[in-house]
């Protein structure tokens, strides 16, 4: 590892032949070493040195499909995770780079006065390029379906985007925009979801509206996912969506259906990335929309009416009080909530009451949702709280489901696969002896002199260190007793 951070310093300051002949051979000789974290550095290394390169020799023109990329493709495969992350966090790097040797070659061929080597070099560079597309692409599609999800999200948070220049607009739409969308369906890394929402809007600008008709119902499922902070990556993507003037006015509308109520969730991050959004649509809508379409949806969550939806900290400031975190917890996870939802606004038999002129649902006695009702309004639900809770009916119907689900919680182990249930093991502990007579005697410790027979050492000896120093004490003042004619401890 020295070794590589040495050469590297070493590359700013020697020219680009002595960097291309001399130091990256003995880089790609660390490729092939039996440590991981010494292949993993190498490809770092790797890519920061073939930077700074600036001139490139014309034999040199060819050294990234016939030298460097053969090298280093076996490490896509590689058995240890770390070096494919490595690999993943600089593919984008390298595709830059390789493009950059491509064009200096290119260059090179055009100010040189031989008319034959221009006209051979501008014929084959549109080859070249087309065989740089197909070696890195193979790379890029390894990674993309590594079975690993650590190796995709890594692919995903460095680069993504220059990648999509690197391949040009129809590739990226056909290779990486169609791989990353079925990151979405792993329901086990909840992180690779919300990586999917932090690079989709860098694809999206670089691709075009074009992708919109297929954004919009991955959107439209990352608002109702179960995991409460890709439901903020969310909002946080159609937010820089709407800055950016990528979505048209009727999915703009459409959206704000599904995000207005999420200014009630309990969850500040939710809450605040919503009031993002609602802001940015009022700044890109025309005031008539804005008074006539997002204010009816806006109101109902206000304390007060307001002139504008423009200042983020004036509308955070006037919104009424969120769903209590435990109401809305006891709702998700209670096997009855889609009866307990329906029951809110269509059951025949609820008998309902009226607190301060508000109807809150409140069924008979004899009815299998009363204890569940009695639950809530102990936690404190109103009849306010009832109707953020219908708005989010949809939302909630979904966690509900994922979290009654005994098969999600099996799953659990396949997140971490470090943690171990020990409950479940049924280890009984035993007890164990040592014999302390066997061990080396010597004067300097007088404790192991006078261990003279076996000392057995019970299950409540082993609960810790102290314990048994205090019995081995206790052995040694019992025998310098006897010795000593004195009554023994």
């Given at each position: 590892?020295?070794?590589?951070?040495?050469?590297?310093?070493?590359?700013?300051?020697?020219?680009?032949?002595?960097?291309?002949?001399?130091?990256?051979?003995?880089?790609?000789?660390?490729?092939?070493?039996?440590?991981?974290?010494?292949?993993?550095?190498?490809?770092?290394?790797?890519?920061?040195?073939?930077?700074?390169?600036?001139?490139?020799?014309?034999?040199?023109?060819?050294?990234?499909?016939?030298?460097?990329?053969?090298?280093?493709?076996?490490?896509?495969?590689?058995?240890?995770?770390?070096?494919?992350?490595?690999?993943?966090?600089?593919?984008?790097?390298?595709?830059?780079?390789?493009?950059?040797?491509?064009?200096?070659?290119?260059?090179s061929s055009i100010n040189n006065n031989d008319r034959d080597d221009q006209i051979q070099y501008q014929v084959s560079?549109?080859?070249?390029?087309?065989?740089?597309?197909?070696?890195?692409?193979?790379?890029?599609?390894?990674?993309?379906?590594?079975?690993?999800?650590?190796?995709?999200?890594?692919?995903?948070?460095?680069?993504?985007?220059?990648?999509?220049?690197?391949?040009?607009?129809?590739?990226?739409?056909?290779?990486?925009?169609?791989?990353?969308?079925?990151?979405?369906?792993?329901?086990?890394?909840?992180?690779?979801?919300?990586?999917?929402?932090?690079?989709?809007?860098?694809?999206?600008?670089?691709?075009?509206?074009?992708?919109?008709?297929?954004?919009?119902?991955?959107?439209?499922?990352?608002?109702?996912?179960?995991?409460?902070?890709?439901?903020?990556?969310?909002?946080?993507?159609?937010?820089?969506?709407?800055?950016?003037g990528l979505l048209q006015k009727p999915i703009i509308t459409e959206m704000l259906i599904d995000v207005v109520p999420?200014?009630?969730?309990?969850?500040?991050?939710?809450?605040?990335?919503?009031?993002?959004?609602?802001?940015?649509?009022?700044?890109?809508?025309?005031?008539?929309?804005?008074?006539?379409?997002?204010?009816?949806?806006?109101?109902?969550?206000?304390?007060?009416?307001?002139?504008?939806?423009?200042?983020?900290?004036?509308?955070?400031?006037?919104?009424?009080?969120?769903?209590?975190?435990?109401?809305?917890?006891?709702?998700?996870?209670?096997?009855?909530?889609?009866?307990?939802?329906?029951?809110?606004?269509?059951?025949?038999?609820?008998?309902?009451?009226?607190?301060?002129?508000?109807?809150?649902?409140?069924?008979?006695?004899?009815?299998?949702?009363?204890?569940?009702?009695?639950?809530?309004?102990?936690?404190?639900?109103?009849?306010?709280?009832?109707?953020?809770?219908?708005?989010?009916?949809?939302?909630?119907?979904?966690?509900?489901?994922?979290?009654?689900?005994?098969?999600?919680?099996?799953?659990?182990?396949?997140?971490?696969?470090?943690?171990?249930?020990?409950?479940?093991?049924?280890?009984?502990?035993?007890?164990?002896?040592?014999?302390?007579?066997?061990?080396?005697?010597?004067?300097?410790?007088?404790?192991?002199?006078?261990?003279?027979?076996?000392?057995?050492?019970?299950?409540?000896?082993?609960?810790?260190?102290?314990?048994?120093?205090?019995?081995?004490?206790?052995?040694?003042?019992?025998?310098?007793?006897?010795?000593?004619?004195?009554?023994?401890?």
């Open positions: 590892l020295n070794a590589l951070d040495l050469l590297l310093k070493l590359s700013y300051y020697v020219t680009d032949e002595i960097i291309l002949e001399l130091i990256l051979p003995y880089m790609f000789f660390l490729v092939t070493d039996s440590i991981p974290r010494v292949r993993a550095h190498s490809i770092t290394a790797i890519t920061k040195c073939l930077q700074i390169i600036t001139i490139l020799p014309k034999n040199e023109a060819n050294i990234f499909p016939e030298y460097i990329l053969p090298n280093l493709s076996q490490l896509v495969n590689d058995p240890e995770v770390i070096v494919q992350c490595a690999f993943a966090e600089n593919i984008s790097s390298l595709a830059e780079t390789a493009l950059r040797f491509l064009e200096l070659a290119q260059l560079y549109d080859v070249e390029l087309h065989a740089l597309h197909e070696l890195i692409q193979n790379k890029v599609v390894a990674l993309l379906t590594n079975s690993d999800s650590v190796v995709k999200r890594t692919l995903m948070e460095n680069g993504l985007t220059r990648l999509c220049v690197f391949f040009g607009r129809q590739k990226a739409n056909d290779v990486l925009l169609s791989h990353i969308i079925t990151f979405l369906n792993d329901k086990h890394d909840w992180q690779l979801r919300a990586a999917f929402f932090d690079s989709i809007v860098g694809i999206a600008v670089y691709i075009g509206w074009h992708c919109l008709s297929i954004l919009k119902p991955l959107l439209q499922q990352g608002l109702k996912d179960t995991e409460e902070f890709v439901v903020v990556r969310a909002l946080q993507a159609l937010t820089s969506l709407v800055d950016l999420f200014v009630s969730h309990p969850n500040q991050w939710i809450r605040y990335a919503s009031v993002g959004y609602i802001v940015a649509c009022a700044k890109k809508m025309p005031l008539v929309d804005v008074h006539c379409r997002l204010m009816p949806l806006v109101l109902p969550y206000l304390k007060q009416p307001i002139i504008q939806l423009v200042n983020q900290t004036v509308l955070l400031s006037v919104l009424v009080d969120p769903i209590p975190r435990n109401v809305y917890d006891y709702i998700v996870r209670s096997p009855q909530t889609r009866t307990l939802l329906a029951s809110c606004f269509l059951h025949p038999r609820l008998e309902l009451h009226h607190q301060d002129n508000k109807t809150m649902f409140n069924p008979s006695n004899e009815d299998p949702l009363s204890q569940i009702t009695r639950k809530l309004k102990s936690q404190g639900m109103t009849a306010e709280i009832e109707e953020k809770i219908i708005r989010l009916k949809e939302i909630i119907l979904k966690l509900n489901v994922n979290k009654i689900n005994p098969e999600m919680h099996q799953t659990q182990d396949l997140v971490f696969p470090g943690l171990l249930d020990l409950s479940s093991l049924n280890i009984i502990p035993k007890s164990k002896e040592i014999d302390l007579s066997r061990m080396v005697e010597t004067k300097a410790d007088p404790i192991i002199q006078s261990a003279k027979r076996p000392v057995k050492i019970s299950q409540q000896t082993l609960q810790g260190p102290l314990q048994i120093m205090t019995n081995l004490e206790v052995d040694y003042l019992n025998n310098d007793c006897e010795d000593k004619g004195v009554q023994k401890v």
